[in-house]
């Protein structure tokens, strides 16, 4: 079975200072991977993906994540974060191949301050 | 057009009794899935349902927790006889097919079982 793990739990930033949000998965088998966001008191919404093709993917509000194989990791990064980025971060899994069922990660708590 | 919805936002139960989950997903979406997040964790992926297939049920946690969707539009989680490890929040998502497409995630019901 697949998994992922988000090490850090929060990530207290300056605005304007660069982030990186680490996601590790585990799976014996090929996975496509996500970035959902969940702003305060609001569902998730999509960030970003990776199906296939360019490693560097690019998503909404400037994000961006790197899948690496080798490493089995899939990092967002942000050159410079806003106050309105304040939000909880997940990564999440599916297998290539199958229905499109998510396991995610427990979340990063990105907090922005002045 | 109109999101995912879901009701109630919150409910609080007491212990042994049986509770009903409501999701409404975007018109047209033929997938439709469930997903659980309890305090501090990551989502669980509880069902998923697409189309006219046999739903996977493979994430529900036991046989107290059951689901259906009549077509492909509204879909009720119920939880028999709730215990207070049943509290969390749960989250319902759809997206226009099964095949990798975005899943749009509803706000949430969070359940209070004391």
Redesign the interface.
């Known amino acids: 079975a697949q998994s992922?793990t988000?090490l850090d739990s929060q990530v207290p930033v300056f605005e304007e200072a660069p982030v990186e949000l680490r996601c590790n998965y585990s799976s014996s088998v090929s996975v496509?991977l996500f970035w959902?966001v969940q702003y305060p008191?609001?569902?998730?919404?999509?960030l970003l993906?990776y199906?296939s093709g360019s490693t560097l993917v690019k998503g909404i509000n400037g994000f961006e994540a790197e899948f690496n194989k080798s490493q089995t990791s899939f990092h967002l990064r942000k050159p410079s974060v806003h106050i309105s980025d304040t939000a909880e971060y997940?990564c999440?899994v599916?297998l290539t191949g199958t229905?499109?069922?998510?396991?995610?990660?427990?979340?990063t708590r990105l907090q922005v301050t002045l | 057009g109109a999101g995912v919805s879901q009701s109630p936002s919150n409910k609080v139960t007491e212990k042994g009794k049986d509770v009903e989950l409501r999701c409404d997903p975007i018109s047209g979406h033929t997938a439709l899935y469930w997903y659980r997040q309890r305090l501090g964790q990551g989502l669980e992926f509880l069902i998923y349902f697409q189309g006219n297939s046999a739903p996977d049920k493979s994430g529900l946690p036991s046989d107290r927790f059951s689901a259906e969707r009549t077509g492909e539009s509204v879909s009720t989680l119920t939880i028999q006889r709730t215990q207070q490890e049943d509290s969390a929040v749960y989250l319902c998502a759809s997206s226009l097919s099964g095949n990798q497409d975005e899943q749009y995630f509803g706000p949430g019901t969070r359940l209070t079982v004391t």
């Open positions: 992922v988000q496509y959902y008191n609001q569902g998730l919404q999509l993906k199906l997940f999440a599916s229905a499109s069922k998510l396991t995610f990660g427990t979340g």
